[in-house]
């Protein structure tokens, strides 16, 4: 019952893990994914081989996944708070310009790098609470509001760059963020950091856990003393500087700020999120699925581009996956309820 | 003397076409049980939710030890140390049992919960109530009507107010929780606490309550009258304007023994009940008494067709029906009024009349087309005959009362003629006035030929309505019988009875607990 | 595209004669896709600087879109406002056809660019890049570069697989090579854009070990493109650009990067198709030329960028 | 409330129009969308004149919002119903290509233009079901179930047409669909026809009704008697039909079936609908309210090129006036309760 799914899962689905805590379920609503990563795994290995397999495109992946990654871990928050942002990708795009403008790498001269990742992250979170307030005191719908929010910001962002890339000059940065510790990428190392964070922000605080609350069912949140709104605009302000930090790393990955970049984040991240088990219409969610979800896609396409297939037979082949996947996944968490 | 604890004075509430209350007081001293009566639509809890901050108030003051106050919002009213447990259950789903008990006051330190300590405390409450089989850690969203209604007290206890609200917390319950009830009540008033009690069931408002205010129409028609020795008929006419025979009618017509229209046979579902079998001739009303959790519910909606059995069969008027369909049972003719009002019964965002011509949508159409004149006017005949209130048709039902919500989910089954009706607690939260009507329509459609099975935890109505009783327990039928042949007391020993025979713990309660 | 004030005014062009001089006043509508890279960007910039250099013109310019259902009804409202020409970069060309042939009915000036109609009766005049002309420069290069050697691998990143145009670039990219015996052995796509180009070479690289040539479609992604070489550092192969961004020229001039030459794709298109717009209302003719009447059809030539002649180009580049 | 916006919106909205009869409730709801269509025209005829008042420029925005709002009435049936579809732009692609293809053209040339339509509308219907059974009977969110048919049907479109825009050759086709009884043009005609359809279907019939409870607790309907999976089929085939419609009518108005076609219609489709009224969270929706919804937006569009704002400029602007119209309608409806 695609209607019950939106509105009253636990009729139809099992009850999806609400946090990664809650026991078996939550193993089992991962399980799916778990299994879904590997099988992938191994058609790489299987048509690609050694291309697949070394170390080198390992790092590729999650360089890949490390940008998009950080924004789903944000998106998890708002989503399990019942919320919805199509504005992320636009916040990326702004962010990015606004922290590569001739103005703040005059700054970032002056000050060091650290001024340019500030004002991206700043951008990012004050986009955030904009959404928020707009959303939690203007009671505008999330879906619309966002969508105003995604055409404002890239259209500023364009107006600010006079549409044009805008190439990175300060060494610093380019240096810090280029740089592998151990041969891991820096951004991969935060991708981690950022997830690591999220897990414990939403299953171990009770910022975390009034997130649940206030999605599941925002009237018994507030009669229990939660301040909904506020929170709400907590949660978009939270996503907003996650698409701030991604902003920083799509910034290092291309040496650029663009009112290009993060184009269609806001399906990417979602879906993502989405895939990995949390629920659209709010009250449960999981940053570890989400994690699955974002690895998901990008190895997809990383072993779709080995076997160097046409764009379109892509498009095809990915949607026949995901569904399957997701089907896979049904049955596995039916099983083991 | 010292002021009273708490004071409501010429309270007004108006809702977009509605004056839910015009002006109300209420007076409340501590280390008494207040009961606040009042027909289904009165204004109990439009008042409680103005107390707890949960609606804003339009006129009139609110004192606390004689200084005036004012609850902007909930927060307001629990820093005061009011707490509340709603009428309609006020949990989080996704949660488990600790998490919803200390929301909003979690144990944690620097943001950072404390799990283990919040559980412990948990249980340490749910034993306070009589109910330590409920885990902390289940999800609060696996639990029925009823651990719902048992966590939203242990979260009340929690804040360990100096006013305790109770909208109907016995709604849910069997005689035997309202007991544990009752006690818990007892020491929480001999701590030094006030209790606001609502309920529709006299005969527990004597058992528990010192003072009792009566509302009506949004006015205080009486207060401060003594909860044990009032006259049961001088409150019915103070809360309906009326007297009531809230007597059982007998039936009139004799039951003819005709072969049975509903034939259930041997059916089970593993971890909810087993091996169930029992036929209901037309015009038979059949009753399942039992404690909560026992699975009646289960089994009626598996009788509907709404859960699957794992084996048996229903057959009606000797065609066995498609296991797990509720279309086939419905086509067969039956008709269920769910257990659960919200979830499983009202579309609370439509119109009444729209809710109570749901089921028979076909019933007003030609070729699809919706005669909506026709539809409007028998579900508004309906919907009097139930006596909603505000007789409203066009009212969206979220904003009836919870008692008047009820009577929309019977009235939906009472417009659609069905051949084999099945009721899950008919008159959860009705008032005595509009009880009554109900139980003369069932005895109606009994009389016109309606084979009729009730569920319901109010063990005198099971008895008082039934020819025949089923009584069940852990999911197994522990006495078939003429229900004039048993009373009460009688039903609750065969049920403990069946308790000493196995282990304490619920195993119902047990299987649903590792399912979650 | 660092340097702000670097404005396209670079790409105005001046023809020194009296057709410079004002003529009778002209309403130009302008419509082009979204401008979502830098080329496309780029055309729209070039083509407003242009419009500024004459008082006799006036522009006006709708929203870029690449609907289009909507890019019609906006050819439509230049209907409606009877404007004198229409400049017109369709989303797809056949698509815009049966309405560029509504305007050319209402006997509106309609000058096609970049993308063709499929009617000879739809526009006035076209202006096109050379799209597979791009592919074969891009070939050749590699060809030359390669003198003969055979087995030399060869890598390509599209821009948008689902245009036209895109598909013209590869087919002329793999003709020319087929002449010297080379073929493309792997082939990404991206979108235009730096990310994009970033993400599609990250992917590419891996699943192509080695590679001697690589041919990447357009210069604005070329910069995400060179930004993945640079972070799995590899150096072993030869880079050619497309588009011709000033990025890219000065990164061919300073010869530091894989990149070594890059395909021009002009820029300028929308801006030559201003200058013929105002020309064809005023009822003047190209005097550089000795034909009278302005050609039907211009195809800008697709020349190849090296260290050698950049600093020909590199004035006339747009900045991305 | 964000959150309740998403789960529980009479919370915090009041009630909107539970269908377009629903009394007065249902008039403040459009009422405020009316002020903001109004307001609109009122700038366009101050900033724009005749050129926005005239005859031709209104049957010019007509058009224009024909196709989009040809699968926005759909999309009304479909969110109602608890649902969403993210593939509707792709159903438009696929469907004018295979309406397109040599083959199908061959066969108009035989059995008239009617064959181009009858596929065109058969392939969006199918593309539907395939939808809706994945979602009912398979249980897929239908934000992932959409989400992979939306990848698909590109990539299958794109593979079916080689990527290249097929050239309607059908002279019948044209003229039909290109012809203007009364100056009014066919494919107005057929939106005016698709809403009024779109409003009986939701407001006059059982199926309506069914479409209301579904949406609003689809256990509720389930327990009813109402049959939810096979009825979220249908709403998910009917949106699918009418993806086919607008495919005949991009067509018309293109000459050409492309893979390219419907490019983001999901998310114009989503926005018109949401801003129309319909709740995202399913049981309410009101037709009228996403004819007001299109009309909007497509005004919007034409003020700005009338008045030719830089792309970036009305990207900015849109989205600053969304949300005031938004709020306004807020004050309007909250006024009015
Ligand atoms: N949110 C609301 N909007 C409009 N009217 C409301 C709202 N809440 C309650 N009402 C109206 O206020 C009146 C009192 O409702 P209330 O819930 O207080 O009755 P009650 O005494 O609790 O009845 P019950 O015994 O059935 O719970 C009813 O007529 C109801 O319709
Ligand atoms: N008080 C309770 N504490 C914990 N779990 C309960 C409780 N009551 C019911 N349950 C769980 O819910 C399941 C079904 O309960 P339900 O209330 O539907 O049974 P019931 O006999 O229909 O009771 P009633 O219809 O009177 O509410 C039981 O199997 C049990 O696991
Ligand atoms: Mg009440
Ligand atoms: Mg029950």
């Known amino acids: 019952m695609s209607a019950s799914l939106q509105n009253d899962p636990s009729l139809t689905t099992p009850a999806p893990a609400r946090g990664d805590r809650s026991g078996n379920l939550g193993i089992a609503r991962n399980l799916g994914l778990v299994i879904a990563l590997i099988v992938l795994c191994i058609v790489g290995v299987i048509t690609a081989g050694d291309r697949f397999a070394s170390t080198d495109n390992m790092l590729t992946i999650l360089r890949l996944a490390a940008v998009i990654g950080v924004v789903s871990i944000g998106m998890t928050f708002v989503i399990t708070g019942g919320g919805i942002d199509l504005s992320v990708g636009a916040i990326v795009a702004l962010a990015s310009i606004w922290a590569t403008t001739t103005g703040t790498q005059a700054m970032a001269d002056d000050f060091g790098w650290i001024a340019m990742v500030f004002s991206a992250v700043l951008v990012g979170t004050a986009c955030g609470v904009i959404n928020g307030v707009l959303i939690a005191y203007g009671k505008v719908v999330p879906f619309i509001a966002t969508l105003a929010m995604l055409a404002s910001a890239r259209g500023l962002a364009e107006i600010i760059a006079d549409r044009k890339t805008q190439i990175i000059r300060n060494q610093g940065f380019t240096d810090f963020f280029g740089a592998e510790p151990l041969g891991i990428p820096v951004i991969v190392i935060i991708f981690a950091l950022v997830t690591l964070a999220g897990w414990f922000l939403l299953n171990r605080t009770t910022f975390g856990r009034r997130t649940f609350a206030v999605g599941g069912n925002p009237e018994a949140a507030r009669l229990a003393g939660i301040k909904v709104q506020r929170h709400t605009v907590y949660l978009y302000a939270l996503l907003g500087s996650t698409c701030g930090i991604a902003a920083v790393m799509l910034m290092s990955r291309t040496t650029t700020g663009s009112s290009t970049h993060g184009t269609l984040y806001e399906l990417d991240a979602i879906a993502a999120v989405v895939i990995g088990g949390t629920l659209l219409s709010g009250g449960r969610g999981t940053v570890v699925g989400t994690l699955f979800g974002v690895l998901i896609f990008t190895t997809l396409t990383n072993v779709f581009t080995l076997n160097n297939l046409s764009t379109s037979a892509q498009a095809v082949a990915k949607g026949v996956i995901i569904v399957i996947a997701v089907l896979l996944q049904q049955r596995i968490a039916n099983r083991k309820t | ?516 | 595209g660092n340097s702000s004030d670097g404005d396209s005014s670079s790409n105005v062009s001046k023809s020194n004669t009296d057709n410079d001089k004002s003529g009778k006043k002209v309403v130009i509508g302008f419509s082009a896709p979204a401008a979502d890279h830098g080329w496309m960007g780029a055309i729209t910039k070039a083509a407003v600087a242009q419009a500024k250099q004459y008082d006799d013109v006036t522009l006006k310019v709708a929203e870029g879109t690449n609907d289009v259902n909507l890019q019609i009804s906006q050819v439509e409202t230049f209907i409606n406002d009877k404007v004198d020409a229409i400049v017109l970069l369709p989303f797809d060309g056949a698509a815009m056809t049966a309405v560029a042939r509504k305007a050319m009915d209402a006997g509106i000036t309609v000058i096609n660019v970049d993308r063709e109609f499929d009617s000879p009766f739809a526009a006035r005049t076209t202006v096109l890049g050379d799209n597979y002309g791009m592919g074969v420069s891009a070939g050749t290069f590699v060809c030359d570069d390669a003198k003969g050697a055979s087995g030399k691998k060869v890598a390509e990143i599209a821009g948008i697989d689902s245009l036209p145009l895109t598909q013209e670039r590869s087919k002329g990219f793999a003709d020319a090579l087929k002449k010297c015996g080379l073929k493309v052995d792997n082939r990404v796509a991206a979108e235009f854009t730096v990310e994009s180009g970033e993400k599609a070479a990250s992917n590419l690289l891996q699943a192509a070990p080695k590679i001697d040539y690589l041919w990447n479609h357009d210069d604005d992604q070329g910069v995400g493109v060179l930004a993945a070489i640079k972070n799995a550092d590899r150096d072993e192969f030869v880079m050619i650009g497309g588009a011709g961004s000033a990025n890219v020229m000065r990164d061919i001039k300073s010869d530091n990067t894989v990149l070594k030459a890059t395909v021009i794709y002009p820029s300028t298109q929308a801006a030559d198709g201003i200058k013929l717009a105002r020309l064809l209302v005023q009822g003047k003719s190209m005097s550089d030329l000795s034909e009278i009447e302005v050609p039907r059809q211009l195809k800008l030539a697709a020349p190849v960028v090296t260290k050698d002649n950049v600093d020909t180009y590199i004035k006339s580049a747009f900045e991305s």
């Open chain 2, 1 to 516: 003397m010292t002021p009273p604890l708490l004071e409501m004075r010429g309270i007004v509430k108006e809702f977009p076409g509605v004056r839910a209350l015009d002006g109300v007081d209420l007076v409340v001293r501590s280390g008494e049980v207040h009961c606040l009566l009042g027909q289904n639509g009165a204004g109990k809890s439009t008042l409680i939710k103005i107390l707890s901050g949960a609606h804003g108030v339009d006129a009139g003051s609110i004192l606390w030890e004689g200084e005036p106050v004012t609850f902007a919002d909930p927060q307001a009213s629990l820093a005061t140390g009011i707490a509340t447990i709603y009428q309609e259950l006020d949990l989080i789903d996704g949660l488990s049992v600790a998490d919803n008990i200390f929301l909003g006051h979690e144990r944690a330190r620097g943001g950072i919960t404390r799990d283990s300590d919040m559980n412990r405390a948990a249980r340490e409450l749910l034993g306070r109530l009589g109910h330590a089989e409920i885990r902390p850690t289940r999800e609060v969203g696996s639990l029925s009507a009823a651990g719902k209604q048992i966590v939203s007290m242990a979260r009340a206890l929690s804040r360990n107010a100096r006013v305790i609200v109770m909208d109907e917390p016995s709604a849910v319950l069997d005689p035997d929780e309202v007991d544990g009830l009752s006690t818990v009540v007892a020491d929480l008033r001999s701590s030094g606490a006030a209790i606001i009690y609502i309920s529709h069931r006299l005969e527990e408002i004597r058992r528990i309550g010192d003072r009792l205010t009566v509302l009506k129409d949004g006015r205080t028609v009486a207060t401060d009258l003594p909860a044990r020795d009032t006259p049961t008929s001088e409150l019915i006419t103070l809360m309906t304007g009326r007297t009531v025979s809230s007597v059982f009618p007998r039936r009139t017509v004799e039951l003819a023994d005709a072969d049975p229209l509903l034939s259930v046979d041997s059916i089970t579902r593993d971890g909810e009940f087993e091996d169930v079998s029992f036929d209901v001739r037309p015009g038979e009303i059949v009753g399942f008494a039992g404690l909560v959790g026992a699975g009646r519910s289960e089994i009626i909606e598996t009788v509907y067709g709404a859960r699957r059995a794992a084996r048996g069969s229903v057959s009606v008027g000797g065609r066995p029906l498609r296991n797990g369909s509720v279309a086939s049972a419905v086509n067969a003719g039956l008709g269920l009024c769910p257990e659960e009002r919200k979830s499983q019964g009202l579309v609370l965002d439509d119109a009444v009349y729209r809710n109570i011509s749901l089921a028979s949508l076909a019933r007003f159409s030609q070729y699809g087309v919706s005669l909506d004149g026709a539809e409007r006017r028998a579900a508004h005949e309906a919907a009097r005959s139930v006596d909603v209130r505000p007789d409203d048709p066009h009212r969206i039902i979220r904003t009836l009362s919870g008692g008047n919500q009820q009577k929309v989910v019977l009235a939906r089954w009472l417009l659609r003629s069905c051949k084999v009706l099945l009721l899950d607690e008919p008159t959860r939260g009705v008032d005595v006035g509009a009880r009554a009507e109900i139980y003369a329509l069932i005895r109606d459609l009994a009389d016109s030929g309606v084979a009729l099975v009730i569920v319901s935890s109010d063990i005198d109505e099971v008895l008082g309505l039934s020819d025949r009783v089923l009584v069940v327990a852990d999911g197994r039928v522990v006495h078939e019988g003429p229900s004039d042949a048993i009373d009460a007391s009688g039903v609750l020993d065969r049920i403990l009875a069946e308790h000493d025979s196995t282990t304490p713990e619920q195993p119902a309660t047990d299987k649903k607990g590792n399912a979650a």
